[in-house]
């Protein structure tokens, strides 16, 4: 399935970046990746990817804060937040603040894959 969509990987972990990066491959997508908070926003902002994929706990800014934004500013980009922090109370919030998914550290790497093909396939209207 080719989806031809822009992605952006927020997480100030390089090794799980390039572990995502390698999950997706074969799926036709463009990957945009950002190491802090603030870089995801900036990314978010430009109004070009089809969704974010954001690590809760980054410097500058969380992923919940970066989730928040986009809800207060209107971006229409579907969020998958993952985190391994205490978990049940984040997946509150994040789906509070409009979350698409919320996945708990370490990603199963299919249950990652399948909601990101979920978030495309229904955010182009599929």
Do not use: W, Y
């Not at 999950?23 to 990817?49: C, F, K, N, W, Y």
């Not at 207060?72 to 919030?93: A, K, N, T, W, Y």
């Amino acid at each position: 399935m080719s989806l031809d969509r822009r992605i952006l990987i927020a997480d100030d972990d390089l090794e799980i970046r390039q572990g995502v990066r390698e999950l997706l491959s074969g799926l036709g997508l463009q990957i945009l990746e950002a190491e802090t908070g603030h870089e995801a926003l900036a990314i978010v902002r430009r109004g070009d990817i089809q969704l974010a994929l954001l690590d809760n706990q980054m410097p500058g800014a969380t992923g919940l804060e970066i989730l928040q934004v986009i809800h207060q500013e209107i971006l229409r980009v579907p969020c998958i937040v993952c985190s391994g922090d205490s978990f049940e109370s984040l997946e509150r919030m994040a789906r509070a603040a409009g979350a698409f998914a919320v996945l708990k550290k370490p990603v199963e790497p299919l249950a990652l894959r399948t909601e990101v093909v979920r978030a495309l396939e229904l955010s182009n209207g599929n």
